[in-house]
């Protein structure tokens, strides 16, 4: 079948503009669209530019908004796509973009590193693993399946219009650490996501859940952590 | 922690940033909460305008009258079922997100959602016949 990409295109040294193009190519229900671009990239435009590396959805590279929502390219099915109109692909929403879809990730990385994304104890070492309970470990069980693939956070109407706000990404990764009975930096992580760029900057607008290429339940997550940090003596 | 830019780099980054994204898809979520936030603005304005027309009790039983006088024409009859809507709305999708937040229902926000929806359109409509009947009598 044919279907048309619809794909954002940029290019510093030579547009002053952003600009769509379109490509229209025979593919199979059951392609990935990351197959399609690289097909695009291989066999008719050389110059179109794209991040990815795994191709397995762990990477988190290719992460893109596919026609109107955030989902890496490498886990998308033609099938799942409406193809009776262009596919419309665009650099994830609100980073800047360094060229066609690649975005710059360095405030998510920063955010990233703002929680403290390290186990931290300060216990003498036990002489053997940290040990936990399966019940211990089904509280974060979830939360450290995240990619780092940036979806969340540029999905988000909160990280929109502020961009000091902490984000999905990086809440969920406090969490991660948080509810961790292994670390012990647990109050002053708290005071780090309690804060009106923390946790209280999230309004459970679900877009980060409904993004998710991995199905975290992130505002579950952060409603946890709100619970948690009202309920502790900071 | 800073990563590296060079500067010929910063010169040339396309900053897309906007205050709301209009073509990012809309879910069920995003609607609630647009709702809610619009339901939210418009309490604030009313609350704004109904301490303006008490404050007139301090300028005497005359101004206090006429600004009464005022606010009973049937445009503000109108609008004072859309306040009962606006109210309901706020009201019952401010409880789902306390539900959401404090009591694990994230799960079922959409779920949630539909209840919060169905109690709306209900009570505004209930409501709003009783108004609407009160205002004709």
Known sequence: MKATFKIFRYDPDKDKKPYYKEYTLDVEPNTVLLDVLNDIKWHYDGTLTFRRSCAHAICGSCGMTINGKNRLACQTLIKDLDTSKPIKIEPLKSYPVIKDLVVDMNKFYEKMFKVKPYLVNDNPPPGREFLQTPEEQKLI???????????????????????????????????????????????????IVNDADGVWRCHVIFNCVEACPKEINITEYISRLKLKVVTSKL | MSLYMSPKYKEQVLDRKRWFEWDYKWFWGSFAWVLHRLSGWALVFYLLLHIWVIHHLSRGPAAFDQVMQAVGTPLFKVLEIGLWGVIVYHAFNGMRVI??????????????????????????????????????H
């Open chain 1, 141 to 191: 069980d979830e939360a450290y399946s995240c990619i780092w693939c940036g979806c969340c956070t540029s999905s988000c109407p909160s990280f929109w219009a502020d961009d000091d706000y902490l984000g999905p990404a990086a809440l969920l990764k406090a969490y991660r650490f948080i509810f961790d009975t292994r670390d012990t930096l647990t109050e002053e992580r708290l005071r």
């Open chain 2, 99 to 136: 539900i959401v937040d404090f009591w694990h229902g994230s799960k079922y926000q959409k779920q949630l959602f539909f209840i919060v929806l169905f109690l709306f359109v209900v009570l505004w409509v209930g409501g709003g016949i009783i108004m609407a009947l009160h205002m004709i």
